[in-house]
Structures are given as structure tokens and as C-alpha cells.
């Protein structure tokens, strides 16, 4: 069994572990297995071995080091770090040098983690496969002609492959969820506020939020305990205090009360849904009780979202017009300069979106698209809400199916949608939810159950899912 | 709930749309983007049919999941980027200046 | 129809001029920079002039990934504007308003849309009108687009450079009712806007720096008939620019509409060399903004109690410090009220309110503030920082009582002002002692037997050598004389001279 974090940030204060060896075993595998793997956009070798160096120094002189002292971490490529390129896995980014640090980074880095690259995704975000990237798609590590997920799925793939102790995503409508569930690792998403998203380069900003991948949910925990917190330079940061969530003892689930969405799981493959069934009689071995429910307000979270998110993405994305930074096509005029640029820059299924959400902001139009994908918003909300008087958490399956084939769905945005419809309802609501592996379904792919619960029940959901960890097949 | 089904009779999205909605977000597509856009926007909204017809009346919009008001920030001054931080990610520059094309659409040269 | 509609109805044709049976209908938006140190969303130096590109950050230069933090200073100076203009303060939210400039560095402008800050208000001019204020909103500058080649027309130019320097600068828009009805008026209102800005410690009020920008709605009709069709007229960054706009723009539509022709809407910019209005885009270009509900934002809501506090640390304004100096000095008359508003404009009551307290007569105060004071302020404002409001009740009194004639007192004032010294010691350096009336009499008779040949010439009528007469008393008695006195005295030997045998 892996080492969790807390055991490597031990070993290294006890001086049991080198920090430099540690690196350059994560690099090695990196160099070894990423060209087939291409999980990343940027490997950062060199600054991950001085900074080894520099924790290894400190620790000989007795120096304290912080919590994620040496820990490999993997970032996805939408978060900025100073210094180093950001590129969303976009042209129209390619050699972007961000000024400044996301304040998530800053967290990771003030903790003494190791940055070791940025790793690959759908274009700003956008996709379930990590194959909109303009970087070339990434490999399942579990079974190299699959998909990885998306839109995280360099993050992921880094952690299934071992390129790094854990990850960085974000997730907008599931993109740390569904890739966690197709490589088989563990992926949060945080209550929406819980974590700055200062640096993180929008996509949809009402609905985006960073959250960890990691080979355990105890990682996962400590990680997001990390970057979780108010944050001033992000007005949507709620002012509370980090949850405290690693190390908490889930050997029972007596007292817990849990609803298995009905609506979620009723379209998922039949391997899909005998893995949720086995995670709910492991529930309820462990005391809780565990029933079915219906909540038929989460059928209209996929439609809102693909109304919502896309109206936010065009504007968050008016800024890539070739004027100040990035990728410049030049042309006569600046009109057609900003078009030009920014045809040549975006992706086929970036343009897709921004299009899509520029039809449904229009005058005469919003009401009737944007507005009416909101008023479902709160429906929603109301419902999730109503099951939350009933139940401590909800499950479903991450994602209706295991990882598919490269190419599969690519050239149908619909098939490719459905694949997130699992996930965006806790995004819509702004609440937390966890997907944990739970066996293997179609062809020995990992499966992802998904534990979901209400706006800063990341304890309860973190409990329960540390259940499902330990009874997982 | 959702098929694959494309059903363009219920949400279609013209061909001239799809070019009014491009010159808006600045994007140059060909005719055949903007066929296929139209295709897939058409199936995306009818897809979205149910919701887009449900009763909503008496329903507040939700903007935002949060239930925050009045987050402001004291008027005190922080440090600015250092000029040639801002200006070495630009594209062209000028006196200090970012430098753009004419700004005005150029009319296309009479034959 | 609001509570003042009819009292609007009323100063409306008070303000309207007759274009050829047509009457002007103007509305206006100003845009006001708000007097903060920083921006609104992020930490940057809110100034004017300095090196391009210098007060920047990922925030205002709209960097991947960055986020806005509303500036709380500037809210407090939004709702300080809204009490002064008589409106609602209430909760609000922020939208993005999308469109793309390169002087907009996210290409979207965060402004308040269908829910701002401030709403339904009114401003009351000092001519007396009424204009309703719809909307007083919280939004974003953009950066500063210089057009290079060509002249430096944005029509023709070979290419453009932007500074971001303006850009996230805070400001609050105010919106009138179309309740201006000609140049003249317009021009009156963003006087008295701007004093209102300034005295709520809102704007420096400079509209040559663009602290405040005026655009104009302007459309015509017939007194009584629907409005017409208007036109938005950009570019009136002085109140000149905004008169003669005005009323070029009336003209051009009135002229339109008399040849048979008709108005279209469009938005024109103000040449203000060329003296006219030229189209800038018509109503067809006019963008689609997409307005959304800023997701980077939370709403705005002002309690009860954050307004209050607020509306209680207000300065008075300007319409209240005029009432409160006419009561003072107790005047009445159009000249009297003009002197008032150029003393409150100037911010210069202060001074005649003391001269009053200390006794000294209010007309006579108000008279030397309105005049030496404000002259002398608009020469150099610094000049007044050495004058003590104690000084002038006191040069004022010395006067009033004929210590000193109007000629001493004015000069004796001109000193206070670059020494900061008492009026009276400046007075008895000079040597100003007051003339009793008989040695005044007695310098007369000398000057007038000493010049016959001027004095026949007075005799038979020519007025103009009055002022000769005058000026000899002057010399000869050290300009101690007061002129009106002497007029007074020619006056009188004219009257026994003509009597005499
Ligand atoms: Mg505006
Ligand atoms: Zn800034």
C-alpha cells in the first residue's frame, strides 16, 4: 500500500525520507512513463528538485517544515504559478507567464509541498476527456486507450500513474470527480466558497471551485484542509475557518442516514450500479441507513448547466482578444484582429461554448435561457435541500459509465455531456461532494462512487467516504 | 430524461444566427462551423426543451449558492506590477502603451 | 407620474427656449470619478498622470484567474451621492456589461444594471428647476486609448495605444430625467452637479481631467407632443463643450424636422474645434451588451444604519449653504443671489458667515467675498490659505465704519492675502488713517482752484472730467480719499458754483 501524506511528511522531519530522493523517484517514473501517459503540459523538474533541496537543508538544520513538507504534488494547468506557463491547455495561452500565484498555490507552497508540473486538461476547462487539449489528449494510466476523464485528467492521470503523491483540479460541472472515478483515485470538490479561486482562471465562476485528487481520501482531506479558508482577494470566499478533517476515526456509520439518488442512478451501465449497491450494503454493515430516494429536480441540472456555464464561459473568455497577452493574430483592424486571434487560439469545442453562451445571454433571449436556467437553479436547490432534512448524505455513481475509449465520444458534445450528469447537480447547489473508487466495472476499469452532502458537510461526507474506502473491493 | 436524439424542429438555431451570435463574441467561422454549430446548438437547446418550458413563475433566480452581502475591501493602495512585468506579455508595445490595430472596423476595399 | 411632476411641469417651461416652435429635451449622464486612493476592485493608485501602465495589476489589467474585491470607500462615496441627490440608497447588485474595446481589459465592464445603488432622486438648480436624477449606479473606468497616425482622429488613425491606468477607476453615473430643456440649462445642471460632487467629498470636480464626463441625450418636439427621437452626443468634457452641443444638436434636428426631413437615432461625437456633431454609429450598430449578474460579486446591502451614519457625517450642500447665506447676510435680488452662489461656489461663505457673526454688515461682505475673494481664488486658490476668516470680519467692519475708504479696504485685503497679517496693521503701515470730512472738503477746494481750466470744462458739461478731479484728490491725498465721497463733494461745489453771482 502507497504511503498517505502524513506518513511522507514524517518521514521526511524525522529524516527518514530524503525529500530529494523522493523527487527524483517521482521524476524518474515521470520520465519513464509521462511520454505515453502526456499528463502533463509543463513537468517542473528542476524548481521541484531545488525545492527538495531547500526542504532537505532545513530539516538537517533542525529548521521546522510545514505539513505538506516534500509531498510531490501535481497542478492542474488552470491554476497560475508565477514563473511558470499557464496555458489552460490552450493556444491562445501557449506562452503566458502568470505575474502572480493563485492563493492555492501559495497555501501548498507556504506548506512546503513540491510542485512537480502542470498538468494537462480540456481546453480552459471544457470537456470530460482531457481530449479538447491542445497538448494532445492524456492516457488512462489504468488502461492506455481510454480516456482519463476530464476535465482534470492530467491531474488524475499524474495521481494514478504516481507522478505525484496527489493533485490539483477544478471542478465546474465534475471535472475533479469524474476523471478521479475513471483513473480509480479519490477527487473533491468543496463546498463552492470553501477555496479561493484567486488564480484559478475562470470557466464558469459561479459554479467553479479547486478541489484535490489523491490515492486516498485521507490525502484528499488533508490537502483540502490545506487550502481551504477565507481568502481577501476573492469576494466569494466565505468567512469561515478551514474545516477539520484529517484524522478523523470513521469506523462506524451508526446514526447516519443516507439516500441513494434515484435519478442518478438509474441510466448508469449495470456494472455502474451493482458496484453503488455493494457500497450501500457496506454502509449499512457499518450502521447507517441506507434507502433510495428521488429527487426528480436533479434531471434538470444537466440542461441548466449546459445553459449557465457556457453564458458565464463566454464572458470570463471575451478577455483572450490579442491585445495584452497571449497568442495575437494579426489582422487590419482591431475587430478582426480579437476574431481572428481568437479562432485561431480557441478549440472546436471552446468555440462550441462560448457560442452557446453568447446565444442564450442575448437581448430578448436571457429571460428565456439564462434566466430560466437560474430560476431551475433554485429549484434545485430547494430540493437538494428537502432531502438534506432527511438524509445526512446522498449517493450516487460518480459517472454513468467507466472510462471509454479515446476518440468514442469526441465528435458528439451530447454523448460527452451525459457523462457529467452525476456530477452537476452539487455544483449547481454549490455543495461538496467526494467520489471514492469502489471496485472495477467494464473491461476492469475503476468505478467511482459519489458521496454528496450539504454546504459544509465536508466532515460527514469525508466520514463517509472513508468508509466506503476501507469496504472497497 | 436525455436522449442523444437531435430534434431541431423543437430549438432550431439558423444559419444566420449562428453568424450574428460569432460576429458578437468575435469568432471568424466558415460556412461549414457554422452549419455544424447550428446543428449542435439546435440539439443542445432541444435537449433542453423540458426545462426551458418548465413553470418557473414565482421563482427567484439564483445568481450565486452563497448567502454573502457587502464584501468590500479598505481603500488602501498596494503594490502595482512593475511596468515591464505587464508590458513583457503583450503582443506589441509602444511608449509604455499596449499597441492594437485601428480600432474601428476597416470597411472591406470597394471593387 | 412622481410626487414633483407637476412642479417639474412648472420649471420645465421656466428653462424651455423657443427653437422655431420646437423645444429642446435633454437628458444627461455623468459620469463621475469618485475621489478615492485606490480603484474599485483592486488595491492600485486611483490618479491621473502618471506613466502609462504603472498603476496596474492582474485585477485591473484583467489577467487570467484574477478576481475583483469591491472597494468600500467608494461604495460610502456612491451612497453619499444618492442622499445628496435626494434618492432611494438601496440593496443592489453588480452585472457584467459585455462588449469589446481594448481599453476594457476583461472586455466586459462591471456596472450596476437593473438593480443599482441609488434611484429616484432630484437635484434642484439654483435658477430654480427641478431635474429628476433615475439613477445614480456604481461601475468601472476603462483605460485611456490614444489614436496615433492620422491625426490622432480615431477615424483615420494607423493604430492605437492604451494605458490602463484609468481602467478600474471607480465612478458613479448619474442619470437625469430628460427634464433639461436647452443648453444653457444642461449647462447649469452639471454646475451644479459638480458642486454637489464636490461638496460630498465625492469628485475634485475637474472636467478637464475627466474627473467628469457628460454625455447629452438630445431629442425636439412641439411643447406637449411625445419626445422625439434623440441622439446621444459623446465627448463634452468642458461646460462649454456641453452649451454649445446642446444647442448645435437642437438646431441640426429642428432644421431636420422643418425641412421635412427626420431625426435618426444614433450616437455622434462633439467636435468641439469644428463646432458641430458628426455620427459616431447608428442604431444598428448599437451593441448587444448581454447583461449577467457579476458571479465574482456578492449584492450590496446597506443597512439603515450604515446610511444613517453616513447621511450624518455629510457636508452641507450647496443649495443649503446658499439659503443659509442669503439668511445671513440677509439680501435679496438677482444680484444678491448671484453673488451668493459665486461666494458658495468658491467655497468662500465660510468668511462672509464670520464677518456677519463679528458684526460687520453682510452686504458689504458678501460683496468684497464675491468679488476680491473670488477673484483672487480663481488666480490661485492657495492664496486664501493665509487669510483668517477673524482678519476679514475685521477689514470689513474698518470699512463699514469709514476707517477705511473701498479703495484702502481692497488694498489692504490684496496684502492680507500674501502676508496673512491683520487688516490693521497693514491699514496703519499704509498710512490709511480715515480723512475727516472737513480736510476731505478742504483737498477738493484746493484741487478744483488749483485746475480752473479742468473745472470749466466740468462746468459746461463734459461728465468725463469728474474722473480727472478724482484722480488728483487721490494724489493729493495719499489715496486716503474715497472716491464715491469726492464724486459727492464735486457734486456739491458744482451745485454752489452754479448758484453763485
Ligand atoms: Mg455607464
Ligand atoms: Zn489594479
Redesign the interface.
Known amino acids: 500500500m502507497a504511503k498517505t501524506i502524513e506518513a511522507i511528511v514524517a518521514g521526511v522531519r524525522s529524516g527518514e525520507i530524503d525529500p530529494v530522493a523522493l523527487v527524483d523517484q517521482h521524476l524518474k517514473l515521470i520520465e519513464e512513463n509521462e511520454p505515453s501517459t502526456n499528463a502533463f503540459i509543463t513537468v517542473l523538474a528542476d524548481h521541484a528538485r531545488q525545492k527538495a533541496g531547500e526542504i532537505a537543508s532545513r530539516v538537517a538544520a533542525g529548521d521546522p517544515v510545514g505539513r505538506l513538507a516534500g509531498v510531490p504534488v501535481a497542478v492542474k494547468d488552470n491554476l497560475c504559478l508565477r514563473g511558470a506557463p499557464t496555458t489552460c491547455a490552450s493556444r491562445i495561452l501557449e506562452h503566458w507567464h502568470p505575474p502572480y500565484d493563485a492563493t492555492v498555490l501559495s497555501r501548498l507552497l507556504a506548506e512546503d509541498a513540491i510542485i512537480v508540473g502542470k498538468t494537462n486538461m480540456d481546453e480552459f476547462a471544457m470537456g470530460s476527456s482531457t481530449e479538447h487539449s491542445a497538448r494532445g489528449p492524456t492516457h488512462n494510466p489504468r488502461d492506455m486507450t481510454r480516456v482519463p476523464g476530464g476535465s482534470s485528467g492530467g491531474s488524475a492521470a499524474a495521481v494514478a500513474a504516481r507522478f505525484a503523491q496527489a493533485a490539483l483540479g477544478s471542478d465546474t460541472g465534475g471535472s475533479i470527480r469524474q476523471p478521479a472515478a475513471f483513473c480509480g483515485v479519490v477527487g473533491l470538490k468543496p463546498t463552492y466558497g470553501l477555496v479561493s479561486r484567486y488564480g484559478l482562471v475562470a470557466f464558469a465562476s459561479s459554479l467553479d471551485q479547486v478541489g484535490p485528487l489523491a490515492g486516498s481520501v485521507a490525502d484528499a482531506a488533508l490537502l483540502l484542509e490545506i487550502i481551504a479558508g477565507h481568502d481577501h482577494m476573492d469576494s466569494t470566499s466565505l468567512d469561515a475557518p478551514a474545516p477539520r478533517l484529517a484524522g478523523q476515526a470513521a469506523d462506524s456509520a451508526e446514526g447516519l442516514s443516507i439516500g441513494i439518488v434515484r435519478e442518478l442512478s438509474d441510466g448508469a451501465d449495470p456494472e455502474v450500479k451493482r458496484r453503488l449497491d455493494e457500497a450501500a450494503e457496506s454502509l449499512e454493515r457499518a450502521g447507517a441507513r441506507v434507502e433510495s430516494c428521488s429527487i426528480p429536480e436533479v434531471s434538470y441540472a444537466l440542461p441548466a448547466y449546459y445553459l449557465l456555464a457556457p453564458a458565464e464561459a463566454s464572458s470570463n473568455l471575451a478577455r483572450y482578444d490579442g491585445v495584452r497577452y497571449g497568442l495575437r493574430v494579426n489582422a487590419a483592424d482591431t475587430p478582426t484582429m480579437n476574431a481572428r486571434t481568437r479562432s485561431v487560439g480557441f478549440g472546436a469545442e471552446v468555440k462550441r461554448r462560448i457560442m452557446l453562451g453568447t446565444y442564450a445571454l442575448r437581448a430578448g433571449y436571457y429571460d428565456a435561457y439564462y434566466g430560466q436556467a437560474q430560476r431551475v437553479r433554485t429549484l434545485l436547490i430547494r430540493a437538494f435541500d428537502a432531502a438534506y432534512e432527511r438524509y445526512d448524505a446522498l449517493l450516487s455513481p460518480t459517472a454513468p459509465t467507466t472510462a471509454f475509449r479515446l476518440k468514442e465520444r469526441v465528435e458528439d458534445p451530447i454523448a460527452m455531456y451525459l457523462s457529467d450528469v452525476c456530477t452537476i447537480p452539487s455544483n449547481l447547489a454549490g455543495h461538496p461532494a467526494i467520489s471514492v473508487p469502489f471496485g472495477t466495472g467494464e473491461a476492469g476499469m475503476p468505478v467511482g462512487v459519489q458521496v454528496m452532502a450539504p454546504a459544509l458537510a465536508e466532515a460527514v461526507m469525508v466520514r463517509v467516504a472513508t468508509i466506503l474506502e476501507q469496504a472497497a473491493p | 430524461?436525455?436522449g442523444?436524439a437531435?430534434d431541431p424542429e423543437q430549438a432550431p438555431?439558423s444559419r444566420e444566427?449562428?453568424e450574428q451570435?460569432?460576429l458578437?463574441?468575435?469568432?471568424?467561422?466558415d460556412d461549414g462551423?457554422a452549419r455544424e454549430?447550428a446543428a449542435?446548438?439546435s440539439?443542445?437547446l432541444s435537449?433542453?426543451a423540458?426545462?426551458?418550458s418548465?413553470d418557473?413563475s414565482g421563482?427567484?433566480?439564483?445568481?450565486?449558492?452563497?448567502p454573502?452581502?457587502?464584501?468590500?475591501?479598505?481603500?488602501?493602495?498596494?503594490?502595482?506590477?512593475a511596468?515591464g512585468?505587464?508590458?513583457s506579455?503583450?503582443?506589441?508595445v509602444?511608449?509604455?502603451?499596449?499597441?492594437?490595430?485601428?480600432?474601428?472596423?476597416?470597411q472591406p476595399e470597394e471593387p | 407620474m412622481s410626487a414633483y411632476g407637476s412642479e417639474r411641469q412648472r420649471r420645465r417651461e421656466g428653462g424651455a427656449r423657443d427653437y422655431e416652435g420646437f423645444e429642446c429635451v435633454v437628458g444627461l449622464e455623468v459620469h463621475c470619478e469618485l475621489l478615492t486612493a485606490t480603484k474599485l476592485f483592486c488595491g492600485c493608485k486611483n490618479a491621473f498622470g502618471d506613466e502609462p501602465n504603472t498603476n496596474t495589476c492582474p485585477v485591473c489589467l484583467g489577467l487570467p484567474g484574477s478576481l475583483p474585491v469591491l472597494n468600500g470607500h467608494a461604495v460610502e462615496l456612491a451612497m453619499r451621492i444618492g442622499l445628496a441627490l435626494n434618492c432611494t440608497v438601496q440593496p443592489s447588485i453588480f452585472h457584467r456589461k459585455n462588449y469589446f474595446y481594448p481599453d476594457m481589459p476583461k472586455d466586459y465592464q462591471i456596472s450596476q444594471y437593473d438593480i443599482p445603488i441609488n434611484t429616484d432622486g432630484y437635484l434642484d438648480l439654483p435658477s430654480g428647476a427641478r431635474v429628476g436624477i433615475v439613477r445614480a449606479h456604481i461601475e468601472e473606468d476603462t483605460g485611456k486609448t490614444t489614436h496615433s497616425g492620422g491625426g490622432g482622429r480615431i477615424h483615420d488613425a494607423m493604430y492605437s495605444l492604451v494605458d490602463y491606468n484609468r481602467a478600474g477607476v471607480p465612478l458613479v453615473e448619474i442619470v437625469s430625467e430628460p427634464d433639461i430643456r436647452s443648453g444653457e440649462q444642461a449647462r447649469e445642471y452639471v454646475s451644479e452637479l459638480r458642486a454637489v460632487l464636490v461638496a460630498v467629498g465625492a469628485s475634485d470636480g475637474r472636467m478637464e481631467e475627466g474627473s467628469l464626463r457628460v454625455d447629452a441625450n438630445v431629442s425636439v418636439r412641439r411643447p406637449g407632443e411625445p419626445f422625439g427621437t434623440r441622439c446621444e452626443i459623446k465627448n463634452l468634457n468642458s461646460l462649454r463643450s456641453l452649451g454649445r452641443a446642446v444647442d448645435y444638436e437642437t438646431r441640426r434636428q429642428v432644421d431636420l424636422l422643418v425641412s421635412g426631413g427626420a431625426v435618426a437615432q444614433e450616437t455622434r461625437h462633439w467636435d468641439e474645434q469644428a463646432g458641430h456633431t458628426v455620427v459616431m454609429r447608428s442604431k444598428e450598430e448599437a451593441e448587444d451588451y448581454r447583461y449577467f449578474p457579476e458571479p465574482d460579486l456578492v449584492p450590496l446591502a446597506p443597512d439603515a444604519a450604515w446610511q444613517e451614519r453616513i447621511s450624518r457625517a455629510m457636508a452641507p450642500l450647496p443649495a443649503g449653504r446658499r439659503r443659509a447665506l442669503l439668511d445671513s447676510v440677509g439680501a435679496e435680488g438677482p444680484a444678491m443671489v448671484e453673488r451668493v452662489a459665486t461666494v458658495v461656489a468658491q467655497d468662500l461663505d465660510g468668511y462672509v458667515m464670520a464677518a456677519v457673526d463679528a458684526g460687520a454688515p453682510g452686504a458689504l461682505a458678501l460683496s468684497r467675498a464675491a468679488n476680491e475673494l473670488a477673484a483672487a481664488c480663481a488666480e490661485d486658490a492657495s492664496l486664501l490659505d493665509a487669510l483668517e476668516p477673524g482678519h476679514f470680519a475685521s477689514l470689513v467692519a474698518m470699512e463699514a465704519r469709514g476707517d477705511l475708504t473701498a479703495t484702502q479696504a481692497k488694498a489692504v485685503l490684496a496684502e492680507m492675502l500674501t502676508s496673512g497679517e491683520p487688516p490693521e496693521a497693514i491699514a496703519s503701515r499704509k498710512g490709511f488713517e480715515a480723512l475727516d470730512p472737513g480736510s476731505l472738503r478742504r483737498a477738493v477746494e484746493e484741487v478744483v482752484a488749483a485746475n480752473s481750466a479742468e473745472w470749466e470744462r466740468y462746468k459746461e458739461g463734459e461728465a468725463k472730467m469728474a474722473q480727472f478731479f478724482v484722480g488728483q484728490v487721490m494724489k493729493a491725498t495719499r489715496q486716503k480719499a474715497d472716491g464715491k465721497a469726492v464724486m459727492a463733494l464735486l457734486a456739491d461745489l458744482l451745485r454752489g458754483s452754479a448758484g453763485a453771482p
Not at chain 2, 59 to 66: K, N, Q, S
Request: charged fraction near 25%; charge should be negative; hydrophobic fraction near 50%.
Open positions: 430524461m436525455i442523444s437531435q438555431v444566427e449562428v451570435v460569432a458578437l463574441c468575435r469568432l471568424e467561422i462551423e454549430l449542435q446548438m440539439a443542445v435537449h433542453a423540458a426545462l426551458l418548465l418557473t421563482v427567484d433566480p439564483t445568481a450565486h449558492p452563497l454573502l452581502v457587502n464584501v468590500l475591501r479598505t481603500d488602501e493602495v498596494r503594490e502595482s506590477l511596468q512585468d505587464v508590458l506579455q503583450a503582443p506589441d509602444e511608449a509604455g502603451r499596449f499597441r492594437v490595430p485601428p480600432v474601428r472596423r476597416r
